[in-house]
């Protein structure tokens, strides 16, 4: 028996959205629907998206260039680097392939790990991929990083002001900051096609979104509950909800994750023995006989859980919000953008000592709960919490463009999707700093790119 | 600290090829080329394909129901589940969620895992990923599964001929019988555009031949000389190629093999102390100061050292390309075919106790030296073997194709690659019982399956 090494977690994060978004009271009103839709209906305030300028790769070697930098990382010092995405640009060629660039040319080619792919779950799998190289016997003492990022985007129409972007970089090692309970990550796998690209010669998914929703909702349940029994084995005194001090999900738009909130609520509710039942939700009763299974779309379960819980929900899951309201859906990266919102709507004093449950959602389906403890030393998390403030910090410095902008932006990427060669006409003055862009796309649909100063 | 368990390797190995096969001699006739320009030049003698009945997820449920069936697995004891592919039929959906209608029809749900992708290393990707699993704090005593499955079709012209197709399936676990040396896994990951697959809407890879070869064989040299560095720091004595029973590669066509092994010796040649040279290499001094870099397309150095590890290729090396002169590329499995071919190439008594490398390599590019020890208890060891001999003896029970049927069915299969709705065409009669194939592509892409009786 070997020898294991503790408190395996994230030891650094980085976070890069798009310079530009559009405002999705804008939006509502340029395509003629009722106001609210977007901003109250689902929740959204702004949307990120990129001009094809960026694309996946450029996306994810920024983000993974600003971790370097900013956490002064010796490429040397990292022995697995893996990538989750969805935004295919190659069936053959990994994205952590090119990310390799970085590395290489150092003389740093001994690290593992390539892409791993299922809807906005990949960056979940890369993560646990990496913790699992971290606690095996081929660690090394090297640290893991995990890229996940995707560009969101839909055609015109309900789902457009569901789309966003972005990318996070996770460094990943023992004696972290925020570290990964062990044993208790509960998942639930199955087949649906809910949300799917099967038309390859398009950016776009096909969703089935009524379908999409009960698959979340009834892998939600049961992820929710497995993590509950795992939790119980090792605390039989663990209280769900009432024992976390977060409960942060993956958003396709924030209502969504309001609604899953109270369903988790629902899952207590169901759960609670008869004789407390009554005191801790009081007057919802009438519900004691429902299913699961019978309650997707069931709106008076969702209304009074949805009121039950306000007050839950604004302490334990609203302060992961605050990037998906205001890039909106990265797909891999969105649910780290709830932790990055969360760590960042605290001091590092509140957080010490916090306990929070994660829930990963990628359609087709993949989903798991785990979660994290935030470490009791206030010093090894200022780091941490001070460099993501900065990465959050980039959202107030965006440009906001007219929803018609932005449609003809968007008809630009659709039209050039699959054309080659290509050069892009995309603005660079407008991105970030620091942001690597495309700069051409050969004969033989080979791909360079640029850093902006 | 926690405890790690032991002697983690594979338990049990299923392997999984098409029905129907083209004669590379006749291929050779029918294309009028120079007679052996296949079966000398690529060293091939069959290659492996699959009709429109039969697509990714058909091939990777087909060997991994075999997998289960033949060796009484109880899914509710596979806690990971893994796929390795290059052949993307959709870009967000994994093909694992479809393997998952084998496991959640019985309630097995809580199952880790999803695909991974780069070219030909997928495969060994998910391996190591599982491996990982087992060896971490996340392992709760179930095993893991890992299915690689591919198939490699080129358009018309010199590259047709190297095509192929088929799937593997490995369970993982401790105490096996195939036990994965630890602290040894040698990687070399890097840029490069020698075969990817960037245009989404063909079947089709797009490959510069020469840029390929140069990149496998400079990655084969970067991880053989890491890995016996790797091997010394346990076995100072460790002595390459020398002290291994075997070497494995990833084969593209056997003919590449040889001088893979070839390249090995042309390694040790030159790492070798000038006092030893002239006795373990007899006659090579001349090309004592040429350099690795410079020689990838040396005939001078090829020659030689083809000449020089005849013996060695046929010992260690040859027994492994069975499958793979009999199949063609199976991109992610050929490796793991190798594994397959060298294991039923001799008795279970010859193989206990033996140590073998493994080469797996994936353009774009990653790949990874790495070493299998068999266990010295041949009553382990009977079982595998004993399955092992039953899926490779399906070869000779496959069907000889004519060229020009073969060049229509692959007419067939590209002129529909991206139809849909679709219903294929091609025999059911032909496939082996147990296979599934593909009833129906729907308007919306969705797939249905069917098992042969």
Chains 1, 2 share one sequence.
Not at 2 to 20: D, I, K, T
Request: with cysteine; aromatic share 10%; proline share 4%.
């Amino acid at each position: 028996m070997g020898g294991r090494v503790e408190n395996v977690g994230v030891l650094a994060m980085e976070l890069y959205v798009p310079s530009q978004y559009v405002d999705q009271t804008e939006l509502e009103k340029y395509n003629g629907v009722s106001p609210g839709k977007y901003t109250v209906g689902l929740g959204q305030s702004k949307m990120g998206f990129c001009s094809d300028r960026e694309d996946i790769q450029s996306l994810c070697l920024t983000v993974l260039h600003r971790l370097i930098e900013k956490n002064n990382i010796n490429v040397h010092d990292i022995g697995r680097l893996e990538v989750g995405t969805e935004t295919i640009i190659d069936k053959s060629k990994s994205v952590k392939t090119f990310l390799m660039t970085l590395f290489a040319k150092e003389g740093a080619t001994d690290i593992e790990g390539i892409d791993t792919t299922n809807a906005c779950y990949g960056g979940t799998a890369a993560l646990f991929n990496a913790i699992n190289w971290v606690e095996s016997s081929s660690w090394d003492g090297r640290k893991a990083i995990v890229v996940a990022g995707d560009i969101a985007v839909y055609g015109k129409g309900p789902a457009r002001p569901t789309g966003g972007a972005g990318a996070v970089a996770l460094l990943i090692g023992p004696n972290a900051p925020l570290v990964f309970d062990r044993g208790v990550r509960a998942s639930y796998m199955a087949h649906a096609y809910d949300f799917y690209k099967p038309d390859l010669a398009s950016e776009f998914p096909l969703v089935d979104g009524k379908l999409s929703i009960q698959c979340y909702l009834s892998a939600l349940d049961s992820c929710y509950n497995l993590f509950c029994k795992k939790m119980r084995k090792t605390d039989p005194d663990f209280r769900g909800l009432l024992s976390l001090d977060g409960m942060l999900f993956h958003s396709p738009y924030c209502k969504l994750v309001q609604k899953s909130l109270a369903r988790v609520c629902f899952n207590d509710f169901l759960n609670s023995p008869p004789e407390v039942r009554e005191q801790q939700f009081p007057g919802l009763s009438k519900f004691k006989d429902y299913k699961l299974a019978d309650t997707y779309f069931d709106r008076d379960v969702e209304n009074a859980f949805m009121t039950y819980s306000q007050k839950l929900f604004d302490e334990k899951t609203k302060p992961s919000l605050y990037i998906s309201r205001n890039v909106g859906n990265m797909y891999t990266p969105s649910l780290y953008g709830g932790l990055a919102s969360y760590l960042v709507s605290k001091s590092p004093k509140e957080l010490v000592g916090k306990k929070f449950a994660l829930f990963s959602y990628g359609s087709g389906l993949a989903s798991t709960m785990y979660s994290i403890n935030i470490c009791d030393d206030v010093s090894k998390l200022n780091g941490l919490i001070d460099s993501l403030k900065l990465s959050v910090s980039l959202l107030d410095k965006r440009e906001s463009v007219d929803p018609a902008v932005f449609s003809d932006i968007m008809d630009l990427r659709t039209a050039n999707y699959h054309t080659a060669p290509y050069t892009p006409t995309g603005s660079i003055d407008v991105l970030f700093p620091g942001t690597y862009y495309l700069t051409n796309i050969d004969d033989q649909r080979r791909r360079t790119y640029d850093r902006k100063v």
